[in-house]
Nanobody, 115 residues
Framework: QVHLVESGGGLVQAGGSLRLSCAAS????????MAWYRQAPGKQRELVAR???????NYADSVKGRFTISRDNAKNTVYLQMNSLKPEDAAVYYC?????????WGQGTQVTVSS
């Protein structure tokens, strides 16, 4: 079982920045593929960014050039740096870990963007 705890959400004005963090349990974090998803009210959960265990990254088209995903294996933590935030980025952001057949989720952190 992998336990994930997100932090860093909050209220920000459009054009501002936030950095989300996700701390993971376990001693084999370096093998996990990690990702951030988001879900806005009335919408399906969508992939925002992914970073594999070999640090390959990919992003949703809507956030390319504005968001950066990174990981610190020494701290068992994955980050999502969000710049130039837009009102449409407002959502609950969820951390996800995948390892072998396991698929684990955090509880989510709210991001609100005021226009």
């Amino acid at each position: 079982q992998v336990h994930l705890v997100e932090s860093g959400g909050g209220l920000v004005q459009a054009g501002g920045s936030l950095r989300l963090s996700c701390a993971a349990s376990g001693s084999i974090f370096r093998f996990y593929d990690m990702a951030w998803y988001r879900q806005a009210p009335g919408k399906q959960r969508e992939l925002v960014a992914r970073i594999t265990n070999d640090r390959t990254t990919n992003y949703a088209d809507s956030v390319k050039g504005r968001f950066t995903i990174s990981r610190d294996n020494a701290k068992n933590t994955v980050y999502l740096q969000m710049n130039s935030l837009k009102p449409e980025d407002a959502a609950v952001y969820y951390c996800n870990a995948k390892f072998l057949a396991g698929d684990y989720w955090g509880q989510g952190t709210q991001v609100t963007v005021s226009s």
